[in-house]
C-alpha cells in the first residue's frame, strides 16, 4: 500500500522560536515540530508542510495573518532566493538574542553541563559589508524566476555570475549586487560580466563540462588591499589575457591578480597551480601590528573586524601571564598562536593541512614572532603522548576544531594530558557540547561568551572557558 505523500496545510500556526539552520519553528494540531523558511518567530501563518518526518514536518508560510513585531524590511532584491543571508528579514537584536539561545540551550541539552552566567553574546559593528572573502560561480544557463519561466517572452540572456540555488548544483542566481563584501567587489563582478557578455566569453556549463570562465573569487583586507582570481575551465591564452588585462587597467588597485586552469569535474582549488597575473601573490591583514600573508587557498576567518574580537577573548579567556606552554590545536595558519603568543612563554601550533603550516610558519617570520612552532599532521595521531614529550606539557590549550568538533581519540588526550586551562573555540555549539559533555568530570566551564562573526545569518561562534577541577 503507497503512502499517503500529500502535503498538509495547517493554519494560524504561531511561529514560536527560531532553531538550527536559519528555520523558524512551530507546532502542529498533533504537537510536531514545523521548521520553516520563510518566517519569523511571532508571525501567525498558514503552513503547506514540504516534508513529513516521525516527529516533524518542513514548511512554507503561504499566507501571513500576523507580522511579527521582529521583522524588519530585507535590504537585498536577492532576498529569499539566494538563500545566503535567511535572517535579514529579522531585526539585528533579535538575531543576536536567537543565537545566544541557541548556544546556551546546546551547551545545557546536548551538553547537560552546568553553565557560569553566559555574557552577552558579541554583535558585530557592521551588520552589512563585512566579509573578506567571496566566491561567485559562472553559468550559461541561469536560474529563472517564475515569472520569466511563465512569461511568453523568449529569454535570450542566460549567462549568470553570482550564487548556487540552494539545492540546486547547476543553477546560479545572477546577482545585481550583494551587500556582503566591502566594493569594489559588487563593481569587480559586474565588470567581469560585462566584459566577459561583450567580447564574447563563453560561461561554464556545468552539466556539459564547458565553457570558458568557472569561479571568480574576490579577496579584501582591512589594510586596503584586494586579491581577485579567475578560474577558466579551458587554456584559452588569448581570450584569458584580454579579460586579466582588462581588469588590470580598470581596477588597477587590485594588488593581486591571480588565475587558475581547472579543467576537472569540481571547481576546488586546492589541488590546482595558482598563477600570478600581475602583482603580488598573496595580500596582507593586520592585527595589533601582526600582519598575516594570505594566499589564495589560505583559510583566514572570514569577518576581520569579528576575527579580532573572537581572538581578544581567546586571549583574555586564556589568562596567560608570560611564563606558560601553551598549545593551539587546529592552527590553521597560526593566527591565533602568534595573536597570543607575546604573552606566552611559548605557543606550538598543530594542523593537519600541509600548506595552512607552511603559512603560519612564514607569517611567524615575517612577524619575528621566534616562540612559536607549527607541526603538521593528523590531530588524533599527532597529538599524543611522544608529542607532549617533545614539546613539553602545556598550561593551557586552545582548540579551535573544525565544525565536526574534536575527534574522541583528540578529547581522551585532552584529558590524559589535563592542563589547568582549556580553551575551546567553536563554530557549532551542538559538537562544542558533545566534546564538553566528554570532559565535564574534570572539568568545569567557567566562562562563555558567544560572537556573532556573520549577521543577517544563524551562524555564531562561541568560546568556552574549561578548568580543571580541584
Known sequence: MRKNRRRKTFENVEVIDAGAKGKSVGKAPDGRVIF????????????????????????????????????TEPVCQHFGTCGGCKWQHMGYEHQLYFKQKEVENNLKRIGNLELPETTPILGSKEQYFYRNKMEFSFSDSRWLTPEEINSDIEIEDRNALGFHIPGMWDKILDIKKCHLQQDPSNSIRLEVKNFANKNGLSFFNPRKQEGLLRTLMIRTSSTGEIMVL?????????????????????????????????????????????????????????????????????????????????????????????????????TGTGTIAQFVSKNAKKVVGVESVPEAIEDAQANALHNSISNAEFFVGDMKNVFNNEFIEAHGQPDVIITDPPRDGMHKQVVEQLLQVAPPKIVYVSCNSATQARDLALMKEKYEVTKVQPVDMFPQTHHVENVVLLEKRV
Open 230 to 330: 579567475i578560474q577558466f575551465f579551458e587554456d584559452d591564452t588569448p581570450k584569458r589575457e584580454l579579460l586579466l588585462n582588462h581588469l588590470k587597467e580598470k581596477f588597477p588597485e587590485i594588488t593581486s591578480l591571480l588565475y587558475v586552469i581547472n579543467s576537472k569535474g569540481n571547481d576546488t582549488i586546492y589541488d590546482q597551480e595558482v598563477i600570478c597575473f600581475t602583482g603580488r601573490d598573496h595580500i596582507f591583514e593586520e592585527m595589533e601590528g601582526l600582519q598575516f600573508k594570505i594566499n589564495a587557498k589560505s583559510f583566514y576567518q572570514t569577518n576581520s573586524a569579528q576575527a579580532y574580537e573572537l581572538y581578544k577573548v581567546t586571549r583574555d579567556f586564556a589568562g596567560l601571564t608570560g611564563d606558560e606552554l601553551v598549545y593551539d590545536l587546529y
Open 36 to 71: 520553516l523558511t520563510n518566517a519569523v518567530p511571532g508571525d501567525v501563518v498558514d503552513v503547506m508542510t514540504t516534508k513529513k518526518r516521525k516527529a516533524y514536518f518542513e514548511g512554507v508560510a503561504t499566507k501571513f495573518h500576523t507580522l511579527s513585531d521582529k521583522r
